[in-house]
């Protein structure tokens, strides 16, 4: 689906969901039924961090050909600290 912008003479823009290649020049607008042209106008792009993009591209690489497990990994031991307001209760 993608989002077409029309506008109406009377009422303004207004947007519509379509199937891609199916949104005609002409529509009828949601609110007083008149006829609106569509309007093109940019796409709205995103910049992306390098970090976020590498992430984006092995999601992608793995839908393909994920990465196969032989053996559960190791796990890390974490020292655990004892919360703070331990220390404030009274000893026995």
Known sequence: ???YEYLCSRCGPFDVKLA???A????????????????YSSPGLA??????????ERDERS???PAVVSEVP?????PRRPHP???RLPRP
């Open 85 to 87: 307001a331990l220390s």
């Open 20 to 22: 891609i290649g199916t």
């Open 47 to 56: 910049l992306t961090s390098h970090t976020v993009a590498a992430l984006h």
């Open 1 to 3: 689906m993608a989002t």
């Open 74 to 78: 190791p796990g890390r031991s974490v």
């Open 24 to 39: 005609p020049t002409s529509h009828g607008c949601p609110v007083c039924t008149g006829t609106a042209r569509r309007v």
């Open 63 to 65: 839908r393909e050909a």
